[in-house]
């Protein structure tokens, strides 16, 4: 498994993604957003007929906790390595915990309420990272977009990070040996 580590890189060492990379990076961001957009259609009604939180909701919990630490960390520019998703596991076993104690059963409408902010924020920012990056060309891991646009509208450069997840980085590098003569 790759490492949740913050490796930032100095300006430039990362190449900038191709066609096919900067494709890529817009059809995972289109994915992420019509999550949410799907996550947004439910906000409401998170608890079916039956009484269990609708699936869309329970879908995105292991991608989501999977890449939670790589969102907070790259993005953010943190080095807390696996903390964010054990702090995620936490709040949902917390409130999950809570809710049989109080109610008997462990799917309400708190822990439905949480998974999907949780969700949301997660799959929004992983999205709109994924846009930005492949509309910019941003060298590395999506989740610098946001920095890397800042360095271009201020002139103040920003360091980059591999993608650690994930087909970029080999379709990167296979973009960029294809480039050189």
Known sequence: MAS????????GTLPKPGPI????????GLLCVWYVASLFALWGNLIADDGHIR??????????????SYIVNIGFSRAWGKRPAIVSVAAIVATAGIGFVVHGRIETEILAHIIWVWEVYA?????????????????GCEMRAFHDLYSRVSGVPTKEHYCPV???????????????P
């Open 55 to 68: 699936s869309v909701v329970w879908n995105g919990i292991i991608p989501g906790l999977f890449l939670i």
């Open 21 to 28: 990379g900067r494709i890529a990076r817009i059809a995972f």
């Open 166 to 180: 994930g087909p970029l980085h080999p379709i990167d590098q296979w973009e960029a040996r294809r480039k050189e």
């Open 123 to 139: 799959f929004g920012h992983l999205g709109l990272a994924f846009l930005v990056s492949g509309i910019i060309g941003t060298p």
């Open 4 to 11: 949740t580590d913050l490796k930032l890189d100095e300006p």
